[in-house]
């Protein structure tokens, strides 16, 4: 049927989502999906909205879901956008921000969804290199005489590392680049990095945007927004409803609105990941594994006398779940999510098995 293929998708290479195995009692380590469940405030608001109000289509402003970010994160409503998932708000944004005569600029190791947004709409980009040790320089991302991004776009932490960038340097990369859009794609900010929403009344090409998946343990409802500029802010609506006019349904915004109001219980998921994450990585160290330094909810590793490979396949084989990316630079190393406790230590006695230690 590939004869039907418009000429725009036979170039696309698609995004790989991780794997979602069907076999039960599977460690699962491999999606960075939170261990623990959603607030119950949410599950209760989102059993409340299954009835017959289903049959109407739900507010396509999200207003409700709007105001309580707003008031959680200190900013105006009209600074909010929302969408089905962080995927879908960064699709529009690369469509409505981020198609410019200048290229895009993003790191040569992060989320791989970048260049294939790229492929879609047709926008040029350039990668910046990591440093050696995965770090994202700075001063990479700042004009030059010969040189001026058309926008830039980075997730902090970054992805697959988990490598955060400082508050400092999200700062210095927005004021830099006065006449370009910076987005700063904020997935995994909540298990310990610095959030540039505080920023974004001081720089209207600044960007932030954040999921419901991670944090909130909400990733089968599908929730992401950006907060920014009301310019900003008005482009995404303008492709959103050119798009789809209702990307979030009554179960989404009822669960998300719940999930913004139950503070505590975000809180407390958020501190239970991080103090599991430290255990995992002395563990991991112990192992002789060299862990890079992370603020997400998982792990990047390598261990030097073993292919990764082949650690991810001895794994599988115990039904312990990582992600291993097949990319130059990083093809000896696996992404381990921050499962619980009890998972976590199952993975590191699997580990210590298969090194013979």
Not at 175 to 182: C, K
Not at 241 to 268: C, E, I, K, T, W
Not at 328 to 346: A, F, N
Request: hydrophobic share 40%; with cysteine; proline share 8%.
């Amino acid at each position: 049927m590939s004869r039907f293929w418009s000429p725009v998708v036979r170039t696309l290479t698609p995004y790989v989502p991780g794997e979602q195995p069907k076999q039960a009692r599977i460690v699962k380590l491999n999606t960075n999906e939170n261990p623990y469940g959603p607030s119950p405030r949410a599950l209760e608001a989102i059993q409340a909205a299954t009835g017959d109000a289903l049959r109407l289509y739900p507010d396509p402003n999200s207003e409700a879901l709007k105001g309580a970010l707003a008031t959680h994160l200190q900013v105006r409503p009209d600074q909010v956008f929302v969408g089905n998932g962080s995927d879908e708000v960064l699709a529009h944004v690369f469509q409505a921000l981020l198609k410019q005569e200048r290229p895009l600029w993003f790191p040569d190791i992060t989320y791989s969804f970048y260049p294939v947004y790229c492929g879609l709409y047709g926008i040029a980009s350039r990668t910046r290199p990591l440093a050696e040790d995965f770090s994202m320089r700075v001063e990479d991302y700042l004009p030059t005489p010969d040189e001026c991004a058309g926008g830039i776009i980075f997730p902090n932490p970054n992805a697959p590392t988990g490598c955060p960038v400082p508050l400092a340097g999200v700062e210095r990369i927005a004021a830099g680049n006065p006449d370009a859009v910076v987005v700063v794609d904020e997935a995994y900010v909540d298990f310990g990095g610095e959030s540039a929403v505080g920023l974004v009344d001081r720089h209207p090409n600044l960007l932030v945007v954040q999921t419901f998946s991670k944090s909130r343990s909400l990733a089968g409802l599908r929730v992401g927004f950006a907060v920014g500029h009301p310019e900003l802010i008005e482009a995404l609506e303008r492709v959103k409803n050119s798009f789809n006019s209702y990307p979030l349904d009554r179960l989404a915004l009822a669960g998300a609105v719940a999930s913004v109001l139950d503070v505590d219980h975000f809180q407390d998921c958020c501190r239970r990941v991080i103090a599991t994450r430290q255990g995992l990585v002395a563990q991991m160290t112990a192992l002789g594994f060299e862990v890079l330094p992370s603020t997400a909810n998982f792990i990047f590793a390598r261990h030097p006398g073993r292919d990764a490979a082949t650690l991810a396949a001895e794994l599988r084989q115990r039904a312990i779940i990582v992600r291993h990316f097949r990319l130059p630079r990083i093809d000896q190393h696996l992404r381990i999510t921050v499962g619980t406790d009890e998972q976590c230590q199952t993975l590191v006695e699997a580990l210590t098995e298969i090194l013979g230690r």
